[in-house]
């Protein structure tokens, strides 16, 4: 029996692959031009990070990871997510020994067993940044506009921007009580999975997804009642930094995350046309979780986004762009003597920066001029026995069916002056 992939997992195929690049580099430009530079961690991490880092409670902990045992019989989990990773690096390169900020953004695969559904996946990529060493207001609306902006520049509508405060230990104490006693009469009617919430983190029943649980919990204690001084200071002045940037948001007191990281900001970005899996960002600030790791006390506040759920919303929109590559040229060869001169054309050409395609199965003139037609070549190179004794190439133009000889010497300034031409004609245009 063939072999397939596993579970969960997706090949990225070579056209699919143009349009991730290309979202890729937007991602790029935009952490360059609000200064976040990249960082790569492994994908293998240590088990106890993300229990420590992420929370024992935690489904992701809990039921998702992918973990093993190596053979030096050290426990090792494909990461889940990329947060705890770059607390990890941050603290083990006492990168807080540098001047903060540390704003740093990692592109790459995670993995979570989940159960497999259209945008939930085994193996999912995701553009994640942390802002670290910074307490600021505004590294939080920084972070979010530049969610909201990568969506507004690939073109994608309707984003909601949906925004809590989960407060710090402190507040959420007191919350906590009120909650548990506003939830422990109404036990029986819970969920298996939220009556284990209930008595191990209640706030993650107000999260439950059950319509029944949802019910319950209407009118429920909310977190943002509860919030000490200093978060209500600094969950209004993320807000007013929002309001300056024009980035609408909808308060959403349920909105509490499922990574127990979280402190004060919390924050996802849905979009529409996704189904049940329609939060293509999420993310917040997290000031305990260096210290949590074995670092020292640091503030940091960030974002991920899954890259499958947005390459899928935005083909949900027909938004995905029309990618135009750059010219091509088909070297066509015709006979043994004439492919192996070609190949060392072929290799000058392409060191000076050209694309160019050779046939590799010895087919007629007619495929290659076909296949030439196929990969929309600006120009076939043709070279048979003739042209190789006069040491000329047959350049022939796949828009007009013009053809020309060319000597070999004069090729490569001919075909810079050709694309230059190209070039002022479509900047004309
Ligand atoms: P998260 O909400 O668990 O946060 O994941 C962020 C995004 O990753 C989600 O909004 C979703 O788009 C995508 N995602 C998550 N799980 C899957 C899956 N199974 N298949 C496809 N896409 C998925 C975090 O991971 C935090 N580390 C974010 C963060 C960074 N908070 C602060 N800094």
Not at 165 to 178: D, I
Not at 336 to 341: G, I, N, V, Y
Not at 365 to 389: M, V
């Amino acid at each position: 029996m063939a072999i397939k992939r596993p579970q969960g997992t997706q090949d990225i195929l070579p056209r699919q692959t143009a349009l991730w690049q290309y979202v890729e580099e937007k991602i790029r430009s935009l952490c360059r031009r609000c200064g976040y530079e990249e960082i790569r961690t492994p994908i293998l991490e240590a088990t106890e990070l993300f229990q420590r880092g992420v929370g024992m409670e935690t489904d992701i902990v809990n039921k998702e990871m992918f973990t093993f045992r190596d053979k030096g019989d050290r426990s090792l989990t494909l990461r889940p997510e990329g947060t705890a990773a770059v607390a990890r690096a941050y603290a083990e390169h006492k990168l807080y020994g540098q001047t903060p900020p540390w704003k740093l953004y990692y592109l790459g695969p995670m993995f979570r067993y989940e159960k497999p559904q259209a945008g939930r996946f085994h193996q999912f990529h995701q553009f994640g940044l942390e802002a670290l060493g910074t307490a600021d207001p505004l590294a939080d609306a920084e972070a979010i506009w530049l969610a909201w902006t990568l969506g507004a520049e690939l073109g994608l509508r309707g984003l909601a921007l949906q925004l809590n405060s989960v407060g710090c230990p402190l507040c959420r104490e007191k919350h906590r009580a009120a909650l548990t006693a506003f939830l422990a009469p109404q036990s029986a009617d819970l969920c298996p999975d939220c009556l284990v919430r209930l008595d191990r983190n209640p706030l993650r029943v107000l999260d439950c997804k059950n319509e029944n649980c949802r019910a319950r919990t209407a009118g429920a204690p909310a977190l943002p009642d509860y919030l000490c001084p200093e978060c209500r200071e600094h969950f209004a002045a993320v807000r007013s930094y929002l309001d300056e940037l024009r980035l609408p948001y909808q308060l959403n007191e349920r909105l509490v995350r499922g990574l127990d990281y979280y402190r004060k900001t919390a924050f996802e970005i849905l979009a529409p046309g996704l189904g049940a899996q329609n939060a293509i960002c999420g993310g917040g600030r997290y000031d305990g979780l260096v210290e949590e790791i074995g670092g020292p006390p640091t503030p940091g506040v960030g974002f991920a986004l899954g890259l499958e759920r947005l390459l899928g919303a935005l083909a949900e929109q027909n938004t995905t762009p029309s990618l135009t590559e750059p010219p091509c040229y088909v070297l066509a060869a015709l006979g043994p003597e004439a492919r192996r001169w070609s190949a060392g054309l072929a290799a000058e050409l392409r060191a000076a920066g050209f694309v160019v395609l050779m046939d590799l199965e010895g087919r007629s003139l007619k495929s290659q001029l076909k296949f030439a037609d196929r990969r929309r070549a600006a120009f076939t190179l043709i070279c048979g026995e003739d042209e190789l004794a006069r040491g000329n190439v047959l350049a022939r133009d796949m828009r007009t069916g013009e053809q020309r000889e060319i000597p070999r010497a004069d090729l490569l300034r001919e075909m810079e002056n050709s694309i230059s031409k190209e070039r002022r004609v479509k900047s004309k245009e």
